[in-house]
């Protein structure tokens, strides 16, 4: 595809059940930046890969986070347990290393969490 | 602790005008900032960005200028059009990419016909 994917595009859980998240980011495109915005807000910093390696994970807000990327391409993000303060919009973006463009992030539609 | 921060939550201008959107921040180490254009229900599409080398960049209508002793930064677009209507976030990163996106609050822009 052209663009960074996501799925699913809306996602409703009720308190304590698990949601999974995925990202296809842009082929080639070896890292890729998981982040949360809530309403309002500015998207901020979940976690980042490069490639299948989880190199900054600073932002995950608890343990119930957990985020994976085992082939180096497609990504989940894994919340556990879900809690009210979880419902946002989880947006995925994959740049690409090693040019100079490696600063311009490009973004997925997200995917908008609503706990109930 | 905000390290960019845009201080207008929404602006709006006249079709034809300048849109003077600004963004300020705090972190020195900033090396490289971006702005985003966001429509609802999408994510953030890239727009226009500055290296800190530099305090001018400039793609069509859009003009980012960066003021570095002032820690500043402002996207104008000129001629401003409805479709320009969006909410726009500032960001900025560091150490040569590959480091997370700092995001303002961003700035919601209403072009009026």
């Known amino acids: 595809g052209a663009g960074v994917s996501q799925s699913p595009r809306y996602k409703v859980a009720k308190r304590g059940q698990d949601v999974a998240l995925r990202c296809d980011p842009i082929?080639?495109?070896?890292?890729l930046f998981w982040y949360q915005q809530a309403l309002g807000q500015g998207p901020e910093f979940l976690t980042y890969?490069?490639?299948?390696?989880?190199?900054?994970k600073s932002g995950l807000p608890s343990d119930r986070f957990f985020a994976e990327r085992p082939e180096g391409s497609v990504s989940t993000l894994k919340i556990q347990r879900t809690q009210q303060e979880d419902s946002a919009v989880y947006l995925c973006?994959?740049?690409?290393?090693?040019?100079?463009?490696?600063?311009?992030?490009?973004f997925g539609p997200g995917t908008r969490l609503t706990v109930t | 602790d905000q390290q960019v921060k845009q201080n207008s939550p929404s602006l709006s201008v006249q079709e034809g005008r300048i849109s003077i959107l600004n963004c300020d921040y705090t972190?020195?180490?900033?090396?490289?900032f971006l702005w985003y254009k966001k429509y609802p229900a999408e994510g953030p599409t890239f727009l226009i960005s500055?290296?800190?080398?530099?305090d001018k960049n400039e793609d069509g209508r859009f003009t980012v200028f960066l003021n570095k002793s002032a820690k500043h930064l402002s996207l104008h677009i000129v001629p401003s059009q409805p479709g320009d209507s969006a909410v726009y976030f500032c960001?900025?990163?560091?150490?040569?990419?590959?480091?997370?996106?700092?995001f303002g609050k961003g700035t919601r822009l209403s072009v009026i016909a």
């Open positions: 973006a994959s740049s690409l290393a090693g040019t100079p463009k490696v600063y311009e992030q490009y």
């Open positions: 082929s080639g495109h070896v890292s």
């Open positions: 890969f490069q490639n299948e390696a989880q190199l900054d």
């Open positions: 972190n020195s180490m900033f090396d490289y």
């Open positions: 500055i290296s800190s080398i530099k």
């Open positions: 960001a900025a990163n560091r150490n040569s990419g590959n480091t997370p996106l700092v």
